[in-house]
């Protein structure tokens, strides 16, 4: 009936990965760590991995101006765990961060990188009980991540060994020294053993960080994580678009934005297999004909996607980065990034894949509120901006697919032709019904039978949070914490603002206004600590971490606050989540009810 069309996809010969790039087997690490990479689904380095991990395996010091998002934390949390050898006792390696939050991040990174090794972390920030920091010093650990004012702290009481530290790490150093911890950085620098090996990463690098670097660093290996500039005039017709959802509510997102966009033919990026596996399959409950294609697979797998490719099949392809390499994908009309990409040269290449030959093309971009800075990179890199837009609710949903049923009925109708072979059934009807009422049934049947989902969640829209509140990029958890903004934007925002800007260790601010206690089926027991119920309540809704109040754990359960205007979101939220790999009851403590 139809004429063969070209395929969406042009597929190449048979070897479709090749790579000429280091892999992390390449980059000389042990095979614990190799095995909790490919735990994690990463398949390959980042650039900066790729750069900064053999330098710092072989001992050199090291001065890496990269950003947030880059896979830095990997970077240096890598090479540490090199040096682990036997069980905790003193630490052998110290990272130094702005803020608690990163405290946090970094040390669950380190946990999960080092989970093979049996890493003990111990993250120390202001704010936190010192006791039980002490208590957990005693007992002995590999790697201590702190902020400054907090390791000062530790090093006047005398609580932190340092005759054993190894290596240090200066971790987003321009932002320490933006939040006035100058001071005590060299104070920890002078207390730590002038054997060691020194590691310092940036985003910038300011002439206070050259001579930071001149005085504690000898004979650094230099990396800077290049941004690659598209070629003059190749920018390609790309409607770019970003929408900012939680996590939980990623897929769900995604499966709306398509039905919406009804694209002819779409590239997902994922991050890793497991991502890629995971929507693949709920992109198929939603009714699209979606192919997973990673790095994972082997090649009859992979022959076999392409064979249904060819064939227009499928009309999705779920892919990791590496997966999609080989492949010369033509005729794409989206390219979806379900992840903002680590690297900004990755997006531009991404991106790359439509907007071809003069065609209009269209990149959409998941990201979690944390990562609005990763996204302003993009935009500095691509000079190119990328709109944000709004999730579509359900009555744009309906709306939508209501059009498109319009549309194919009018086709129908338009086409004439063959809808004399109906009549029959019409006219049968028109005996016993109104004919109107008989149109009314034959469109809800085409209406349903094109796939129209029965999807009536609204999904919360995290992208004006921010701008609400009027404190826009600097608030913390948008990881827009300096960077490249006006200098000196923390210290006078925080000066002026409601929430004075101290030198030194920023304590829990509490939520502000009204609050509701939230409790929470998972305790001591199960070796909960604030940190796994901030982590998991700030990555998981976008509240800020001072916007989490007291947090009490008891053996059975815990309970926290939240700001009252929340309680539905966070409920909602983490009810789908798991705190320390368990799915924990969640509701409003009874106390307060
Ligand atoms: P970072 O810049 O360290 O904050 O990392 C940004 C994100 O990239 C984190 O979610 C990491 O889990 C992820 N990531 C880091 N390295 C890789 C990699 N090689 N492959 C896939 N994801 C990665």
């Not at 398509?258 to 779409?266: I, Q, T, Y």
């Not at 499928?314 to 990034?337: E, F, I, K, P, Y």
């Not at 914490?481 to 006006?486: C, M």
Request: with cysteine.
């Amino acid at each position: 009936m139809t004429e063969p069309q070209d395929p969406p996809f042009d597929v190449p010969a048979p070897d479709p990965a090749p790579t000429a790039d280091p892999t992390f087997a390449d980059l000389g690490l042990r095979p614990e760590s190799l095995r909790a990479l490919d735990a994690l689904g990463y398949e390959e380095p980042t650039p900066i991995q790729r750069e900064a991990i053999p330098p710092l395996v072989a001992g050199h010091d090291l001065l890496g101006q990269a950003a947030t998002g880059t896979g830095k934390t990997a970077a240096f949390a890598l090479p540490i765990l090199e040096r682990l050898a036997g069980p905790a006792a003193d630490p052998v390696a110290l990272v130094l961060v702005p803020t608690r939050e990163l405290a946090v991040q970094v040390s669950e990174a380190v946990y999960r990188y080092g989970r093979n090794l049996g890493a003990e972390v111990l993250p120390v920030y202001g704010g936190q009980p010192i006791v039980h920091q002490l208590k957990v010093l005693k007992r002995g650990v590999h790697v201590l991540v702190g902020t400054p004012g907090r390791v000062v702290d530790h090093l006047q009481r005398g609580t932190l060994p340092v005759d054993g530290i190894e290596l240090v790490v200066l971790d987003e150093a321009d932002e320490m020294l933006d939040m006035g911890f100058a001071e005590e950085i060299d104070t920890i620098l002078e207390a730590l053993p002038s054997e060691r090996q020194t590691v310092l990463f940036s985003a910038t690098m300011p002439p206070r960080i050259a001579s930071i670097a001149k005085k504690h660093l000898t004979d650094p290996v230099r990396i800077e994580i290049r941004r690659e500039e598209p070629a003059e005039g190749e920018a390609p017709r790309v409607r770019q678009a970003a929408y900012f959802v939680a996590r939980n509510h990623k897929a769900a997102a995604l499966g709306r934005i398509l039905d919406v966009e009804s694209p002819g033919a779409a590239i997902v990026f994922c991050k890793t297999r497991g991502e890629v596996d995971e929507l693949t399959e709920t992109l198929n409950g939603r009714g699209y004909r979606a192919e997973a294609l990673h790095g994972g697979m082997d090649q009859e797998q992979r022959d076999r996607v392409m064979g249904r490719l060819r064939s227009q099949t499928a009309d999705l392809l779920v892919a990791t980065d590496v997966a999609a390499r080989g492949l010369d994908v033509d005729h794409l009309t989206h390219v979806v990034n379900f992840d903002v990409p680590s690297a900004p040269e990755s997006y531009v290449h991404r991106i790359g894949r439509v907007g071809r030959a003069g065609r209009e093309g269209v990149a959409i971009t998941l990201a979690e509120p944390r990562q609005r800075r990763l996204l302003s990179n993009i935009e500095r890199l691509t000079r190119q901006t990328i709109a944000i837009e709004k999730i579509p609710t359900v009555s744009d949903l309906r709306a939508r697919q209501m059009e498109l049923t319009l549309d194919q009925v009018r086709e129908a109708l338009e086409g004439g032709g063959d809808l004399d072979r109906f009549r029959a059934v019409v006219d049968a009807l028109a005996d016993e019904f109104d004919v109107v009422d008989v149109a009314l049934a034959a469109v809800k049947l085409v209406h349903e039978a094109s796939g129209a989902t029965d999807d009536d969640e609204e999904i919360p829209d995290l992208a004006s949070r921010p701008d609400k509140k009027g404190k826009g990029k600097d608030r913390p958890w948008d990881d827009d914490r300096g960077g490249k903004g006006p200098k000196g934007k923390h210290a006078s925002k925080h000066g002026k603002g409601d929430q004075p800007f101290r030198k030194g260790d920023r304590g829990p601010r509490g939520p502000k206004g009204d609050v509701a206690r939230l409790y929470f089926g998972v305790g001591r027991n199960e070796r909960v600590r604030p940190q796994d119920l901030v982590g998991a309540i700030a990555g998981e809704t976008g509240l800020r971490g001072d916007e989490i109040g007291a947090i009490r754990i008891f053996d059975r359960f815990s309970l926290v606050e939240v700001p009252e205007a929340s309680v539905d979101h966070v409920i909602d939220a983490m009810k789908r989540t798991s705190i320390r790999n368990r799915r924990a009851p969640v509701r409003r403590d009874r106390d307060e009810q």
